[in-house]
């Protein structure tokens, strides 16, 4: 089987950090995705890992160890903006099918 | 820029009838994929296509069909909808992986069906 764990909540204020884990069982795997959903909006895609070690994409940055099976996604300088569900998704085969997390609601307030 | 479109935001219909939800995209993507999001259990496929005519099964197909009869266009079928079909569906496009895996996906819209 395969199954993918993030927290259902985060809450932080404006101008901090935060982050969100992700921890995924799975067979195979190619890399770990993350997108971002506002409410009544499309996922948009943020990042996307297939070594070990950070990305960094201006404010967010993303990270994997694919020996620990575990990722995280880093939210620098937060806006009110962030306020927004973030999934973590693991590429496990080709085609660039995903399987995706329950997700993680973050709140950012003033 | 990529654009998926997804023919009706908004469908309500009764227990028992037929179900067409519609996705095309212009960016000449060869996978196409079927989502359903429900809260709580994030994004769920319900079928892939890698090719026109081509479709793959994902984790939960029960009570779906799908139709690719041209690559831009990727149509989801509810043969006798349920409630319990009720939820946001979600389609979703991207390029071979031959050409680069990126792990993104472009996302239309959306479309919420409500079935009474």
Redesign the interface.
């Known amino acids: 089987g395969q199954s993918l764990e993030q927290p259902?909540e985060v809450t932080a204020v404006e101008g901090a950090i935060v982050q969100i884990n992700c921890t995924y069982q799975t067979s195979g795997f190619?890399?770990?995705?993350w997108y971002q959903q506002h409410d009544g909006?499309?996922?948009?895609?943020l990042?996307?890992?297939?070594l070990d070690g950070l990305e960094e994409t201006g404010r967010f940055s993303s990270f994997l160890s694919r020996s620990d099976s575990y990722g995280y996604l880093l939210l620098q300088e937060l806006q009110m903006k962030d306020s927004a569900s973030y999934?973590c998704?693991v590429?496990n085969t080709?085609?660039?099918?995903?399987?995706?997390?329950?997700?993680t609601r973050l709140l950012v307030s003033p | 820029d990529v654009k998926v479109t997804q023919s009706s935001r908004y469908l309500v219909k009764r227990t028992g009838e037929k179900v067409f939800l519609e996705c095309v995209q212009d960016m000449d993507h060869e996978n196409m994929f079927w989502y359903r999001q429900d809260p709580g259990l994030g994004l769920r496929l319900i079928y892939f296509s890698y090719d026109v005519k081509m479709k793959e099964k994902g984790d939960i197909p029960e009570g779906y069909s799908v139709s690719r009869e041209k690559k831009e266009r990727f149509s989801l079928i509810l043969e006798s909808a349920s409630t319990n079909q009720t939820s946001m569906y979600l389609c979703a496009s991207s390029p071979l992986q031959g050409q680069g895996v990126t792990g993104e996906l472009f996302f239309g819209e959306g479309s919420r069906l409500t079935v009474l």
């Open positions: 259902s190619y890399g770990l995705s909006g499309a996922p948009t895609f990042s996307y890992n297939a999934f998704a590429m080709g085609f660039q099918k995903l399987v995706f997390g329950t997700g």
